[in-house]
Structures are given as C-alpha cells and as structure tokens.
C-alpha cells in the first residue's frame, strides 16, 4: 500500500500533467486548499507555466503561492477563472463532494462558482457510495451558532462546533450524523437555515473531472456528465 503522501503527489502530477498543455497566458487559475493542492502548487512551480494570475481559497494558500512567486489577483477583480484545481474529503458517484474539512468551505464554494471548470483531485479513499461519513463543516455567523447548530440536530445532525475561526471570522460547525443520499436537497435544506453562511457540500457546483490517486500507484481520470 502506498503512503498517503505519495498518493497526493501522484494525483497531483497526474492532474497538471493534462493541464499543462492547455494553459494560455490570459488564463486565471482558481487555486484550492490543502495538502493535496500543496502538491499540485509544487508542479505549478516547478513548470512555470504561462499563466496571467491565481485566485486562492485561502490565507495559506495565498502564502504558499506568494513564496513561490505565483502571481496572485484579487477574486474582486477577476471576472472569470478558467479552471479551479481543489481536493475534497468526501466523493460520490455523482461527482457530489463534501469539503471543507480546512475551513475554506466558503471561498471554495465561490471560487468553484466563477470556475469554466472545476478539477477535483482526490485519492481513492475519499470515494463513497453515499457522503456523510465525514462530518458535514458548515460556516455560521458567530452571532448564531447555537441556534444553527440546535436546528442542525433537529434535522437529524450531532453538530460540533470546531475550534478557531475561519478567514472570514466565521465559526464552523462540524455535523456528523447525516446520510446525504440527496445531496441538493440537503446543500439547500442547511443554507436556508438562518446565520449560515454556506456548507461543505458541494452539489450545485460539482467538478467536472476527477483525478483518483489508488494504492496500485495509478491514477484514474474520471469525467462526469
């Protein structure tokens, strides 16, 4: 069985190897978070493709980008990203994800709305038959919290609240106990709960292709319909 490490790498690779040669000099890339995307940010830096700018989910991909030298535009001034390249914690067979388990649920779910094409790198233990084994993050107004997360359990969910904030001053709640067998319905049943501010499942902006590391070392390329 091959280390998760290298499973990322592996995925990672695969993922900008069949990006690389379609990358224009006007193009705006949308750059996600986590270890997984740290891997793919290493190929970019590496090839030094050209491309016009990035636009980050997150502080600390900000970072990362910013100490390699990756130019880096403001999402306000970007009217369009060409491609969006993010992992997730959870994968099912429709291409549904739950993410956020970083805490960029948020800036991800915008930068996947602005994205021509969203590109999801994963390994093989992130696919399921049915999400919900992670525990669903779903971003709150500090303000509401409690009252999000009494509504959470009523609905079926244990709500945790997670420590820490996230880069938009929000809390996270993290709700275990779900079965998202419909996944539209739930991403809609919890933002209109009232002082949420969105939650990690991504159901109405999935991506359209998945890079899938396995313990073999190969890597499958899947494209949704």
């Avoid at 779903?138 to 709500?159: C, D, R, S």
């Avoid at 709700?175 to 067998?181: A, F, N, Y």
Wanted: net charge negative; charged share 20%; glycine share 8%.
């Amino acid at each position: 069985m091959m280390a998760s490490d290298v499973l990322k790498q592996k995925v990672a690779e695969a993922a900008y190897t069949s990006l690389e040669r379609f990358i224009q000099p006007n193009w705006v890339l949308g750059i996600g978070t986590g270890s997984t995307v740290n891997c793919f940010i290493d190929c970019l830096a590496r090839s030094n493709p050209p491309f016009a700018c990035a636009v980050s989910s997150s502080l600390q991909t900000s970072d990362r980008l910013e100490t390699l030298n990756i130019n880096i535009a403001d999402i306000n001034d970007v009217s369009e990203v060409m491609v969006y390249i993010d992992g997730a914690d959870e994968v099912d067979p429709s291409f549904a994800l739950i993410k956020g388990g970083g805490g960029a649920l948020t800036r991800e779910k915008i930068v996947a709305s602005m994205a021509r094409k969203f590109v999801c790198i994963v390994d093989e233990s992130k696919m399921v038959d049915c999400l919900g084994e992670f525990s669903v993050p779903v971003e709150v107004l500090p303000f509401a919290h409690q009252p999000v997360a009494t509504k959470l359990g009523k609905l079926g969910g244990n709500p945790k609240l997670r420590a820490g904030l996230t880069d938009n001053g929000n809390c996270i709640l993290d709700v275990g106990g779900l079965k998202i067998d419909d996944p539209e319905y739930w991403e809609q049943t919890i933002n209109d709960i009232p002082g949420v501010v969105t939650t990690g499942i991504f159901s109405l902006h999935r991506p359209q292709e998945i890079f899938i590391a396995k313990v073999d070392g190969s890597v499958d390329h899947r494209v949704g319909h």
